[in-house]
C-alpha cells in the first residue's frame, strides 16, 4: 500500500490558484499531516538521542529565542549567556545542557510576555564551521509573543456592590518585559477608582521586580456614615526566596480625607473627620502551598503584613506599628466505600491583628489611632453571618474599627450529587466567629509606651473574655479562576452587644475567603 503522505504530492500538484476551496482544504489537511509526522519523528529521534547520551559531554554553543521581535536581544542574554559553555568552569552532560536551558525557558513561561507552551529544539552547528567541536550543540526555544496591549472592560457585583470597570495592560513597553497596567471603575460603594502602576524584572529575572503607582479613589462607607477620598502613591521590590514564600517590601505615601458624613454620623467619626497623611513602609510574606487557592482540598497558605507608619523620619500625621498574621490549611477527608476521592474536605482559617499607637516623629507620647487605620471584621468574606464590619466597636450605628482581633473559621465542603468532582462546584457547612476590640485607654499617666503596653495587656486580657461572636451557616461555592463566589444562609448564634448580625442570605465575592 502506498504511503498516505507520498500520495498527497499528487494532490499538491493538481491544486493551483483559484481552485476550489474543497481541494484547498484538503491540501492544508495533507501539508499539516506530513508536518506533524516529520515533528513527531524527530521528537522519537532526539527523545531516543537523549535517552541513550544522556552521560556523554556536551557543550552548548548556542542559544537562540525564535518569534521574540519585541524583546531586546540584550534582555535575553542576560537569561541564556550563564548557560553558554564557554561561561562555565567544567563541561556539561547532554542531561545537565537540556536542564540548564529547560530552567532558562521557565524564566521566559514567568515573565508573562510569551503565549504556552515554549518549545525547545536541539541541532549540531554546521561542520563547515572550523571553530566547531564533536560535543558542540546549538538550542534553539521557539516562543509567540502575547500581544502588547490587553483591554478588558465589564461589571461585578458582590459585597453589596456593584460596579464597572476598565482594564488596560501594556506588555514589553520596552522589550524588557515591562508592564503598564491602568485601572478604572466606577460603582455604588466605590464610587470612583483609578490606579495606574509601572512593573519591572530586575536584571531580566523573573522572581526579583520593582513596581511604582499612584492611585485615586473615593468609597462611600455605610456601615461608618462617611466617604473616605484617597490619592497617594507606592513603590515595591517584590522577590521569591529559595524556599518559595514570596516576599513584598515597599513604601507607601497616602493623603486620606473622611468627608460626606451622614447627618447623623457619631461623634468619633467627625472627631477623626478631615485629612491625614500616611507615610509608611510596608514589608507581606506570602507561602502558598494549597493545590487550588480558590476551592483547596489540601496544603496550607500562610501570610504576615507588617507596617510601620510616622515614626521617626517618616513623619506623615499618623503613627503606628500594624501586624497581620493569617493562616489556612485544608485536609481531604475519605469517605468509607468510596474509592478515590470523595470530594469532601475541611478547611480551616485563623487570621488576627493588632494596631499599636507610636510616638510621631520625635515625640514621646502616642496618639489614638484613627479609624482610617483601623481594622474592620464582619461579612461574607471573613466572619460570615455578620453585617460588613459588623463586629467591634460601635459608635451609635457607626462601626469605628478596633485595634485588636482574632478570627477563624472551619469549613465542611461537599461535592454536589451529579456534578463531577473537577468542576469549581461544591456545597459549604460552616462555623465561623470572631472578636475585634478596641485599644483600651490608660486610667492613668497620658499615653507614654509604657502605659500604652499596659492597656494593650488589658485588650488581649478581654479578647479571650467571654465567647467571640459567632455564626454557623451552609452555602453553594462557585470557585471561579479569579475569585470565589458564594451565596450562604448564615444563622448567628453568639452576638455581642451592639454588633450588627445578618441572618438569611448572604453573597460574597473574594480572592481569599477565610
Known amino acids: 500500500m502506498a504511503d498516505p503522505l507520498d500520495s498527497g504530492d499528487d494532490i499538491f500538484d493538481k491544486l493551483q490558484k483559484g481552485v ?39 557543550t552548548i554553543s548556542s542559544i537562540r529565542v525564535l518569534g521574540a521581535p519585541n524583546t531586546r536581544k540584550s534582555f535575553l542574554e542576560r537569561i541564556f549567556n550563564p548557560i553558554l559553555s564557554a561561561n562555565q568552569d567544567r563541561p556539561y552532560t547532554l542531561a545537565e545542557a537540556i536542564r540548564e536551558v529547560s530552567i532558562g525557558a521557565d524564566k521566559l513561561h514567568r515573565l508573562d510576555i510569551f503565549h ?9 552547528p554546521s561542520k563547515t564551521e572550523p571553530s566547531t567541536t564533536p560535543t558542540d550543540i546549538d538550542f534553539y526555544l521557539s516562543v509567540r509573543e502575547k500581544s502588547r496591549i490587553l483591554i478588558k472592560t465589564g461589571t461585578s457585583a458582590g459585597n453589596g456592590e456593584g460596579e464597572a470597570y476598565t482594564n488596560v495592560l501594556l ?7 515591562e508592564s503598564l497596567n491602568i485601572n478604572a471603575s466606577l460603582g455604588t460603594r466605590t464610587r470612583s477608582a ?65 468627608t460626606g458624613l451622614a447627618s447623623n454620623a ?16 510596608q514589608h507581606t510574606w506570602i507561602k502558598e502551598r494549597r493545590d487550588n487557592p480558590m476551592l483547596p482540598t489540601r496544603g496550607y497558605f500562610n501570610k504576615s503584613t507588617l507596617e510601620l507608619a510616622g515614626w521617626g523620619p517618616l513623619q506623615g500625621d499618623v503613627a503606628f506599628g500594624k501586624a497581620e498574621l ?36 520625635l515625640e514621646s507620647k502616642s496618639k ?54 473537577d468542576k469549581p462546584f461544591r456545597f459549604q457547612a460552616f462555623l465561623t466567629g470572631g472578636r475585634l476590640l478596641a485599644l483600651k485607654k490608660p486610667e492613668k499617666g ?10 494593650l495587656g488589658s485588650t488581649f486580657a478581654e479578647l479571650g473574655n467571654g465567647l467571640p461572636s459567632i455564626a454557623a451557616g451552609f452555602g453553594l461555592i462557585y470557585a471561579h479562576p479569579v475569585a470565589r463566589f458564594e451565596l450562604n444562609f448564615s444563622l448567628p448564634i453568639v452576638q455581642r452587644r451592639g454588633e450588627g448580625a445578618r441572618k438569611g442570605l448572604q453573597f460574597g465575592i473574594g480572592i481569599n475567603m477565610m
Open 446 to 455: 497620658g499615653t507614654n509606651s509604657q502605659n500604652v503596653r499596659q492597656a
Open 326 to 361: 493569617e493562616a489556612q490549611g485544608a485536609m481531604p477527608i475519605s469517605i468509607p466505600g468510596i474509592k478515590g476521592e470523595s470530594g469532601v474536605s475541611l478547611t480551616t482559617g485563623l487570621r488576627t491583628g493588632l494596631l499599636y499607637p507610636l510616638p510621631l516623629g
Open 116 to 124: 504556552e507552551p515554549i518549545s525547545l529544539f536541539i541541532d549540531r
Open 266 to 281: 457619631s461623634p468619633t467619626l467627625r472627631n477623626d473627620a478631615g485629612d491625614s497623611v500616611k507615610s509608611s513602609i
Open 171 to 177: 506588555r514589553n513597553i520596552f522589550g524588557g518585559a
Open 20 to 58: 476550489d476551496p474543497k481541494l484547498q482544504a484538503e491540501k492544508d489537511r495533507v501539508r499539516n499531516e506530513r508536518e506533524y509526522a516529520q515533528y513527531e519523528k524527530t521528537q522519537r529521534r532526539l527523545s531516543e538521542l537523549i535517552q541513550d547520551n544522556t552521560t556523554l559531554p556536551a
Open 194 to 258: 483609578y490606579q495606574a502602576s509601572f512593573e519591572s524584572p530586575i536584571l531580566s529575572n523573573p522572581d526579583l521586580k520593582w513596581e511604582i503607582g499612584g492611585l485615586a479613589s473615593s468609597t462611600q462607607k455605610s456601615w461608618s456614615s462617611h466617604e473616605e477620598v484617597l490619592k497617594g502613591g507606592w513603590t515595591k521590590l517584590r522577590w521569591i526566596a529559595q524556599g518559595g514564600g514570596r516576599h513584598e517590601l515597599g513604601y507607601n505615601g497616602v493623603w486620606r480625607q473622611i
Open 368 to 421: 489614638p489611632s484613627r479609624i482610617n487605620d483601623r481594622f474592620g471584621l464582619g461579612g461574607p468574606t471573613d466572619v460570615r453571618g455578620f453585617r460588613l464590619s459588623g463586629l467591634g466597636p460601635h459608635d451609635g450605628s457607626d462601626a469605628v474599627g478596633g485595634d485588636v482581633y482574632a478570627a477563624g473559621s472551619a469549613n465542611l465542603l461537599f461535592p454536589i450529587p451529579r456534578v463531577p468532582l
